[in-house]
């Protein structure tokens, strides 16, 4: 049986929440706002502002993954690669939009 996804206490805009992350997307987030000197609650109501302006159709804890996974694809593409998996390419701040290949 698989263990729990455990729930992280965050500040949100000034209003404490609770999000359902794995552990590899939690430690991710966290350097995510280390190298960009900020906490970790000030990333997230970043996230969060910017996912309910564009009309978030999930919820908090799949924005804060999709931001993990468009970080990875940025940093992918900016060190040459073509995407997660070889056979995906980031789109313009979103996450990769699968092509197929002949083969």
């Known amino acids: 049986m698989s263990e729990a996804i455990p729930k992280r206490s965050v500040i949100v805009a000034g209003h404490r929440t609770s999000v359902s992350l794995e552990e590899p997307f939690w430690a991710r987030l966290k350097e995510i706002a280390r190298q960009r000197n900020m906490s970790i609650n000030d990333l997230v109501t970043e996230i969060d502002a910017s996912e309910t302006a564009t009309g978030r ?11 993990v996974l468009a970080d990875l694809e940025r940093r992918l593409a900016s060190a040459g690669g073509s995407g997660i998996g070889g056979g995906s390419t980031p789109t313009a701040g979103g996450p990769a939009v699968a092509r197929e290949t002949t083969g």
């Open 57 to 67: 159709p999930g919820n908090l804890s799949s924005a804060l993954r999709l931001h």
